[in-house]
């Protein structure tokens, strides 16, 4: 399984930095100079400005372990995501939502209820 399948997208990394979200995790996206987006493996944790200088447009790409933990944490009161046949799924108000892996089930559900205010940090 390769790394990118393991964590939240790019996409949702950024969603959840701009969420606030603690940018706590083992893993990072980033990039270097004028390379597309790639995930690396130094630890990531809250640095000062300028800290990551050789780095830019970080954001934490979480797992879903440490979304779990966040889960646990945060005292969510939720289902988690399920499998299906052809990807993973969970609930989006009445609506069921589909999402490519669990990582980027459990970060699209963690967006959506701190974007509609039904938990806070």
């Not at 892996?101 to 699209?108: C, L, S």
């Amino acid at each position: 399984m390769k790394l990118e399948d393991q964590v939240v997208s790019l996409e949702l990394a950024k969603k959840l930095k701009a969420l606030n979200v603690k940018q706590e995790s083992l893993w990072f996206w980033g990039r270097r100079g004028n390379a597309p987006a790639r995930i690396y493996s130094e630890p990531m944790y809250e640095t000062e400005p300028g800290e990551w200088h050789e780095y830019q447009d970080v954001c934490s790409a979480f797992t879903v372990a440490e979304l779990g933990e966040m889960w646990i944490e945060l005292e969510i009161d939720e289902p988690l995501p399920h499998i299906g046949v052809d990807g993973w799924y969970w609930y989006k108000g009445e609506r069921e939502m589909k999402a490519r892996t669990e990582a980027d089930a459990r970060g699209a559900m963690l967006v959506y209820l701190l974007e509609n205010k039904l938990i806070t940090l």
